[in-house]
């Protein structure tokens, strides 16, 4: 299966301690999207990278939170300072531009929990 | 970035057809309409995508009225493995479009045999 993966699947830490979440996508995807999901919720967007670039971040997203994609392929997200409120479901996706912007492939998830 | 309402849940049985209708009053002219399903524990799933009258694919058909202030995702014959969250979705194609997706709480579709 050479869908979009993420690692590791499930993550506990406690309150103040840094984490950091990785989406390998789909190969010669150039778009990246994170996401994150809380129980009962839709996703809701963090943030988007066109190949290394990142262009767009949501207000969600606050200074302890950091994202990268330096060579284009692979992600990270970075937590700092973890708080309990950060507890959630992290998504990563991924489309090429060949694609509709809609169309957008899902990995299976980093469920962070924070105790 | 137009707003949508469906229904918070459905209860279906196997084989049944099944028919969740979303409200979106404030599309705009360059909104696509497109369905998610998720299972939990998993990622979404693009499941099909429309911009006028009727689309179907494998999985599902999608009909959209004239007005377009609506749309219906058709399920034909369930199984209990449709068991999910379907949302909907109403977002543009523009070339300034980042293409981020904004999910609603989304219809649990429950299944009984």
């Known amino acids: 299966d050479t869908g979009v993966s993420q690692d590791p699947r499930h993550k506990i830490t406690k309150r103040g301690q840094n984490v950091t979440f990785r989406c390998d996508p789909i190969?010669?995807?150039?778009?990246l999207y994170w996401y994150r999901q809380t129980l009962g919720q839709g996703p809701e967007f963090l943030t988007y990278?066109?190949?290394?670039?990142?262009?767009?971040k949501s207000r969600l997203l606050s200074d302890r939170f950091s994202a990268e994609r330096p060579k284009g392929s692979f992600s990270t997200l970075e937590i700092q300072r973890t708080e309990q409120g950060d507890s959630a479901m992290y998504l990563c996706?991924?489309?090429?531009?060949?694609?509709?912007?809609?169309?957008?492939?899902f990995g299976p998830g980093t469920r962070l929990t924070v105790l | 970035l137009a707003k949508t309402t469906q229904p918070i849940s459905m209860d279906s049985y196997e084989g049944q057809e099944v028919n969740i209708t979303c409200s979106h009053n404030?599309?705009?002219?360059?909104?696509?309409i497109t369905w998610y399903q998720q299972f939990p524990s998993q990622g979404p799933r693009f499941i099909i995508q429309g911009y006028k009258t009727k689309v179907t694919n494998e999985v599902a058909s999608l009909f959209i009225p004239a007005d377009r202030k609506s749309s219906t995702l058709s399920l034909p014959r369930v199984s209990l493995s449709d068991t999910a969250v379907y949302y909907c979705l109403v977002g543009g194609q523009g070339s300034s479009n980042t293409g981020k997706l904004i999910f609603g709480q989304g219809t649990t579709l429950q299944v009984k045999p």
């Open positions: 990278f066109q190949n290394e670039a990142q262009l767009e």
């Open positions: 996706a991924s489309s090429p531009t060949t694609l509709s912007y809609n169309e957008q492939f």
């Open positions: 404030n599309i705009a002219t360059n909104d696509y």
């Open positions: 190969s010669e995807h150039n778009r």
